[in-house]
């Protein structure tokens, strides 16, 4: 099956800084790639994602790369702000498995002001 | 605004009773996901149904734990008898089957087992 892997676990940034989190998963077939954002007391909300297909995406002060040779992704905050904190997760949909969806273990990102 | 809706919210029961949790899909979903989230395992998939039918529930303990589908607009996640390892988070997600979509998540019950 498929196996997502996360790194870091946490990341602490100042704000205005750049913040950047891995992900890597293990199966060729997967082809869609989304990321999360867990607030506390809250479930996960969908901020980016980036099918197959595509090399990188943007959207305002947060990206996504694929490197489907390697495959690892990247999820890019620029401009960090307060209100960035959460847990951030990354996902790999799994075509082989049913369409699942496979989390990696999670990143608290703490921004400080 | 179409959203999951998840209930309760929050559960604190003694070990040794029954537990259902509800899901309600967004409308039109055709899939959806229970999640177990503990601090130790992350999110862990426990089910998955598409059309309503069980695809998958590998990751769900069949001794205690079932997950239904009633109907299109409603989930759910029992576990029977409870126990104390059982306290997580458990989310349900919903989202459209084909192609490459996103899962939609509910608020979470917050399950806490005494």
């Known amino acids: 099956g498929e196996n997502v892997e996360q790194h870091p676990s946490t990341l602490s940034v100042q704000e205005g800084d750049s913040a950047v989190i891995k992900c890597t998963y293990s199966d060729s077939a997967s082809n869609y790639f989304p990321w999360y954002k867990q607030e506390l007391g809250k479930g996960p909300q969908l901020i980016i994602d980036?099918?197959?297909?595509?090399g990188e995406k943007k959207d305002q002060r947060i990206a996504v790369t694929l490197n489907k040779t390697a495959k690892h992704f990247s999820l890019h905050i620029t401009e960090t702000q307060p209100e960035d904190s959460a847990v951030y997760f990354c996902?790999?949909?799994?075509?082989?498995?049913?369409?699942?969806?496979?989390f990696g273990s999670g990143t608290k990102l703490n921004v400080k002001p | 605004d179409a959203r999951v809706t998840q209930t309760p919210r929050d559960k604190v029961t003694e070990m040794g009773q029954e537990v259902t949790m509800r899901c309600q899909p967004i409308?039109?979903?055709?899939?959806v996901f229970w999640y177990r989230q503990t601090m130790k395992q992350g999110l862990e998939l426990l089910a998955y149904f598409r059309n309503r039918a069980p695809l998958d529930d590998s990751g769900m303990p069949k001794d205690r734990f079932s997950a239904e589908m009633p109907d299109a607009t409603l989930a759910t996640l029992k576990i029977q008898p409870s126990e104390p390892r059982d306290s997580a988070v458990y989310f349900c997600?919903?989202?459209?089957?084909?192609?490459?979509?996103?899962?939609?998540f509910g608020q979470g019950t917050r399950l806490t087992v005494v």
């Open positions: 997600a919903s989202g459209m089957s084909g192609g490459n979509t996103e899962a939609f």
């Open positions: 996902a790999a949909r799994a075509v082989r498995n049913f369409n699942k969806f496979y």
């Open positions: 409308l039109g979903h055709n899939t």
């Open positions: 980036i099918r197959s297909n595509v």
